[in-house]
Structures are given as C-alpha cells and as structure tokens.
C-alpha cells in the first residue's frame, strides 16, 4: 500500500469514526435490524412524538452505527403527531416498511369499544406501508391511509409470509378496547390493502398469569429446524414490568395453535425483532430499560431448539424457552 492509499484510507476512517456512535450512545425504542448485503440497517422513528419521518442506521459489526439518515418523510397532508415502530421487510424484491402514524384528532372517527374506557386517549392510529427498491429508501406509500381497519386505534404492524400468502399481525389497542388485542389479516398481494377480515389470535390479559392489558410489538421468526412459528411480542407482567413474551405454533400456521405464552425477556426491556447476523448467529434486539430518555438498543443471543426458542443462559438467567411450560429459570 502506497503513502497516498494509506493516507486516503486514514482520512476516510477518520471521518466515518467522526460521524459513529457506538449502539450504547443513542436512544432508541423499537430498535429493528435489517442484515442486507453485508451491512446492517436499525431503523428509527426518534423522537416518537412530533416526529415527521424514519431514519436509518448502518453499521457492519452491530456496534458502531452511522449517523442516522431520513429514509421516509410523511406524506404532504397528513396531519401526523407520532411516528412510532418501524420496520422493514424484504418482499418479492421490494423492501417494505411498516410504521404505525398518530394523525390528529377529528381526521377519522374512532370511538370507545369499551366501558370505561378514557376517551382522551382515544386518537386516529394505524400502521401505514410504504415501499421502495432499496433498503436505505426513499421509501413511498403503497396506499393511501392505514391499511388496518380505519375506525380502530392500531399498532405496531409486522409481515409474515405464510404459504407464499403475505398477511399483517398487529396490535388493536388497549385504548380503544380496555383490553388489548392482537390480530392478524390477509393483505393484498401488493400490501396495499387487507384481503380479508381481522382474525383475534387473543388479549392481551389471557396470555398469562400477572398479564397486562397492553398488546406491544409482535415479531414472528419461523425455525429453521423444524418449521415451528414462534412469537414474541411485549406486555406488562406483574412482578416483572415491561418483558418480551413468547408463544410457538407448532403447525407453523398463525391460526395455531399456540402454546402457552412464557416470559422470554423480563428485565424491563421490550418491544424486540429477531434477526440472523452474517456469520449465521440468531440474535434478539430491544430498547431497555423501558424509560425515557435511557433506552438503548440491546442485542442477545438465542438459540433455536426447533419446537422452541430461548436465550443463551449467559443472555437472561430468569428467561425460559419459547414452546415450553411453565415460568422456571433456564439451568
């Protein structure tokens, strides 16, 4: 390597360390990972409120990220006043990302489906999907308006592919219903619309003991050893706080069924997604603690078992596998 080379990539190094921050030194919430081409995307919609776009990250190594660059600018006209929950989804060549939007009040009705339920926490909220080539954007809408239901305050909307058939699971919301849902419809082939009728999978406080009421962030990953459908998705437990749950079907189908939900990260930490790193590694990513301004993205390992999935002992000593009973600690 010549004085010149060395010097060029010096400069370039510097540089790039210059405008890097290490995944300990930014907020985030709803940290998800996209691993393309050798590099990995972490979308963001910070600051959740009063926001008007995504952002992304890059890094190659999952610890030092890129300054955050706007992938998506919300559509001229519409009244936005949240960006929450980002994500993207490779699909049929195209990358897909699903957000969910707080419009301001009196855009739509939704109304209490619920007694006492405070209607001042009722708003027009619903995922949105956008689409584009690449996945740093620019990504544009695929409709005009949420795809979930229009009268209903909605979530936090994830895509499974099953038997070739794209469909959205999401979160209709414990504002609107006391109780919250998660459900899950067919899309249209392009993703711009539902092709069929939200299916309830179940409430929030069913899914186990000491449950709360919310319904947060649902993520599917399918195991590569057995087909099994596992999900996680985040609540409220008693004792616990903010924790990742997780339940498998074993059919491999989202119509189930479903074992029971465990608890699978219980540290005040929540809203996670699943990904493989480059060298074939399955990793969790979620925002903890669960508190502003502290939160930060934290990734552990995890193990597929087939018909369940856990974190590495070393990851969470009080977690216990996905597909199997009970509460006990890993040994």
Known sequence: MTF???TLVSVAFCAFAAFADSRD???IRDPFVLPHDGVYYLYESKPWYGGD?????TSNDLETWTEKKRVLSIPAGVKCTAVWAPEVHKYKGKYYLFVTITEEDGVRE????AEGVDVSRIHPRGTWIFSSHTPDGEFRPVSNGPVTPKDWVCLDGTLVVENGMPYIVFCHEW????I?????AALKEDLSGLASEPVVMFAAADAMPGAGRVTDGPFFYRSEKSGALHMIWSNGVKGKGYCVLCRTSKSGRLSGQWTKDSVFFGRNGGHGMLFK????ALKLTLHQPNKTPYERMKLFDVEDGGETLRLDASSMSESV?????GLQARR
């Open 4 to 6: 010149r080379t060395k």
């Open 25 to 27: 030194d930014f907020q």
């Open 53 to 57: 776009g995504v952002f992304v990250r």
């Open 110 to 113: 939704v109304n209490p489906m």
């Open 175 to 178: 504002v609107q219903t006391k």
């Open 180 to 184: 919250g849902r998660m459900c899950y």
């Open 277 to 280: 790193t480059f060298d074939g």
């Open 321 to 325: 596998g996905c597909g199997e009973s």
